[in-house]
DNA sequence: CCGGATCCCCGTTGATACTG
DNA sequence: CAGTATCAACGGGGATCCGG
C-alpha cells in the first residue's frame, strides 16, 4: 500500500475510522491500562495500586469499555471475598505495538517540541 | 529495545510521555489536519473545504496548536486580498508513520470490534 | 474486594457574529 | 480571505457515598 493510501485510512469516510480509534484510546487511562496488562493478567486493586491518579470508578468505566471492545478478559472467581481479573485478550495485544510506536514518537520529539513552544510563546502573538 | 522496555515508555513518569501525545494529538481534528496536509501545502480555506464538519474556530485552534508544536508551517503572503497557507514540517511528517499504524489498526480490527459489541451487549449487565 | 449511583465542576467544542 | 470574539451546550472525569 502507498503512502498516500495509508493516509487515506486517515481521512477515509470523512474521518471516522481514526475518530474511532481515538475515541477508544485517546481518552485519559484507557493506554495505561492497557500498557499495564502487558504480559500480566491483574486483579482490580492492584491496577488501581500501579495506575497512580486513577480512580475507582475510571477504571472500573475503562475496563467495561475493553471489555465491550473485546480488548480485555474478565474473570470473576466465586470466592469470598470476591477476586475478579483482567487481562489483555489476544486483540488487545496486537493494539499495544501501534501503541507503543506512538509513545516512542512521543518520547524521540518531546525535546524538539518543547524547545518550538518556547521559541513561539517568545514571538509575539 | 525489548518489548517490555517499550511499553514501559507508555507507562513511564506515571504515564506522562502518553497522556502528552494524546493531548496533542487525541483531540478530534488534529490527526485529521496533519492528513490532509500529507504531501501538499495548502491554504486554510481549502483545509476548511477539505474537512468535513469542521468550524473555522477549530480549524484555527487546531493549526496554532501544531505551529506551536512545530509540526506545521505557516506562510503568510503580502497580498490583498491576503493568503496563508500551511505545510507540515519535517518533525510533522514524521508524525505521519505512527498515525497512520494506528489507523491500519482500526481498520484492520473493526470487525471484531463491533462483533464483540454486538456480543457484550446481547449479554446481561 | 469490587464495584454501582449521584452530584458537580470545568475544559472542549460549536454557532454565530464581527474585522483587518 | 483568514481569522477573532463571545456565548452556550455538552460530556469527561473526580469526589463521595452506598451495596453485594
Redesign the pocket.
Known sequence: MSEYEKVCLIRGDGGRAIRGILDRIG???TLLVVATLHGQRM???ELLRRIP??????L?LT??QLERDGLVG?TVFAEV????EYELTATGRTLVGPAVALAEWAVEHNPEIERSHQAYDSRDH
Open positions: 481518552d485519559k487511562w486483579r482490580f486493586t491518579g486513577i480512580s475507582q470508578r475510571m472500573t475496563l467495561r474478565r471475598p470476591p477476586r475478579v
